[in-house]
Nanobody, 123 residues
Framework: QMQLVESGGGLVQAGGSLRLSCAAS????????MGWFRQAPGAEREWVAA????????YYADSVKGRSTISRNKAENTVSLQMNDLRPGDTAVYYC????????????????WGQGTQVTVSS
């Protein structure tokens, strides 16, 4: 059972930056995909970015492409999401997730989830 713990959320002004981190309780397998999702009040959980643990290949939603960078640290079993030029529309709870069945853009494709970290962007 993989446990994921997010950190790094907070309150930031529009145009600012945040770096979210996700610590895994164990080492993901090379075939796994680690992802970030977000969920705003009253909205569905939205896929944000993903990274293949083995190859480091990265994928981004159009809403954050060019403003965000996902990365992983194999030595520390962590995944990070650097978010720049934040906008009020980025306000949400951000979740880290792990998928052992391959890349998915849907929350149903992920097997393990963290508890989430709140990101609030003020205008």
């Amino acid at each position: 059972q993989m446990q994921l713990v997010e950190s790094g959320g907070g309150l930031v002004q529009a145009g600012g930056s945040l770096r979210l981190s996700c610590a895994a309780s164990g080492r993901p397998y090379s075939s796994w995909v680690m992802g970030w999702f977000r969920q705003a009040p009253g909205a569905e959980r939205e896929w944000v970015a993903a990274i293949r643990w083995g190859t480091g290949g990265t994928y981004y939603a159009d809403s954050v492409k060019g403003r965000s960078t996902i990365s992983r640290n194999k030595a520390e079993n962590t995944v990070s999401l650097q978010m720049n030029d934040l906008r009020p529309g980025d306000t949400a709870v951000y979740y880290c997730a792990a998928a052992y069945s391959g890349l998915s853009y849907n929350a149903r494709g992920y097997n393990y989830w963290g508890q989430g970290t709140q990101v609030t962007v003020s205008s």
